[in-house]
């Protein structure tokens, strides 16, 4: 009789290896790049507003005799603080969601279902790696979009832009 027993690992490692599995990590796979490209784009919008915004003074900056590498390291140090709060607020409001969502199921599937899940034992567990790595993605993408942003606006002609914006 002990023949027909198996062990919980070898269920556990079944279903790790099933193609429903496989499919959510796939679509877990795809919600990070689509985020990483939403982000890049995002933040290619809001820098080119903020620098069309800030085209006159630039310019100005220029003409007083201001190196534009201490403007693009200005306006990188603007986006970086802007990333660490938006991380750090998103983050807080994240885990917060997590802590009181963890025990309500993903599906309403009846009373029966309901009353099981709320015996699972439901623990948050961070990957630290991946999500150091995700937001390190963030950052390296939203400063390279800001870095070509202002690059490309201080390559204009400085009288141009000191006469023709208002």
Same mark, same amino acid.
């Given at each position: 009789?002990?023949? @027909?027993? $198996?062990?919980?690992?070898?269920? *556990? @490692?079944?279903?790790?290896?099933? $193609?429903?599995?496989?499919?959510?990590?796939?679509?877990?796979?795809?919600?990070?790049?689509?985020?990483?490209?939403?982000?890049?784009?995002?933040?290619? *919008?809001?820098?080119?507003?903020?620098?069309?915004?800030?085209?006159?003074?630039?310019?100005?900056?220029?003409?007083?005799?201001?190196?534009?590498?201490?403007?693009?390291?200005?306006?990188?140090? @603007?986006?970086? *603080?802007? +990333?660490?709060?938006?991380?750090?607020?998103?983050?807080?409001?994240?885990?917060?969601?997590?802590? +009181?969502?963890?025990?309500?199921?993903?599906?309403?599937?009846?009373?029966?279902?309901?009353?099981?899940?709320? $015996?699972?034992?439901?623990?948050?567990?961070?990957?630290?790696?991946?999500?150091?790595?995700?937001?390190?993605?963030?950052?390296?993408?939203?400063?390279?979009?800001?870095?070509?942003?202002?690059?490309?606006?201080?390559?204009?002609?400085?009288?141009?832009?000191?006469?023709?914006?208002?």
């Amino acid at each position: 009789s002990f023949r @027909d027993i $198996r062990a919980a690992h070898e269920s *556990i @490692d079944k279903v790790l290896d099933s $193609r429903a599995t496989q499919s959510i990590f796939g679509a877990y796979t795809l919600n990070v790049i689509f985020s990483i490209i939403c982000l890049t784009f995002g933040m290619i *919008i809001v820098t080119s507003v903020r620098v069309r915004n800030l085209r006159k003074q630039f310019s100005v900056l220029r003409a007083l005799g201001a190196e534009t590498k201490s403007m693009i390291i200005a306006s990188l140090v @603007d986006t970086s *603080i802007g +990333l660490l709060l938006a991380a750090l607020i998103g983050g807080a409001i994240g885990a917060v969601l997590a802590i +009181l969502l963890k025990d309500i199921p993903l599906l309403y599937m009846g009373l029966s279902t309901t009353q099981l899940w709320t $015996r699972l034992p439901v623990n948050l567990i961070v990957p630290w790696p991946l999500l150091a790595g995700i937001i390190s993605t963030a950052v390296i993408v939203s400063l390279v979009a800001t870095y070509i942003v202002v690059s490309r606006a201080l390559k204009l002609n400085i009288a141009e832009e000191i006469q023709y914006i208002g």
